[in-house]
Nanobody, 128 residues
Framework: QVQLVESGGGSVKAGGSLRLSCTAS????????MGWFRQSRGKEREGVAG????????AYAASVKGRFTISRDNAKNTLYLQMDSLKPEDTAMYYC?????????????????????WGQGIQVTVSS
């Protein structure tokens, strides 16, 4: 059973930075897609960034491209999201997710229905 545990959230002022981490356990397949999603009050969950555990495919939401960087450390089974130049509209609950991947299709990295395991979520609050 796959388990995901997020850490690194908190409160920061606009323009600041945070780094989220997600440690995974129970991964047994050769390849996974891993992603960060977020949901703010009254809005639907949206894909923020995604990456495959093999290769260099990544994807970002237009709203975070150039400010957020997704990376992974396969040896530590850990996924990261470096968030720079944060804005108040980045305030949300952030979720780590993973799913087995038989093919690397970039468009699927931000599709929540392509993920089968989810973390409990971690709050990020950006004040103006």
């Amino acid at each position: 059973q796959v388990q995901l545990v997020e850490s690194g959230g908190g409160s920061v002022k606009a323009g600041g930075s945070l780094r989220l981490s997600c440690t995974a356990s129970g991964l047994t397949s050769r390849q996974y897609r891993m992603g960060w999603f977020r949901q703010s009050r009254g809005k639907e969950r949206e894909g923020v960034a995604g990456i495959y555990t093999v290769g260099t495919y990544t994807a970002y939401a237009a709203s975070v491209k150039g400010r957020f960087t997704i990376s992974r450390d396969n040896a530590k089974n850990t996924l990261y999201l470096q968030m720079d130049s944060l804005k108040p509209e980045d305030t949300a609950m952030y979720y780590c997710a993973t799913g087995e991947a038989n093919a690397k299709i970039t468009n699927w990295l931000l599709a929540s229905n392509k993920y089968s395991s989810w973390g409990q979520g971690i709050q990020v609050t950006v004040s103006s």
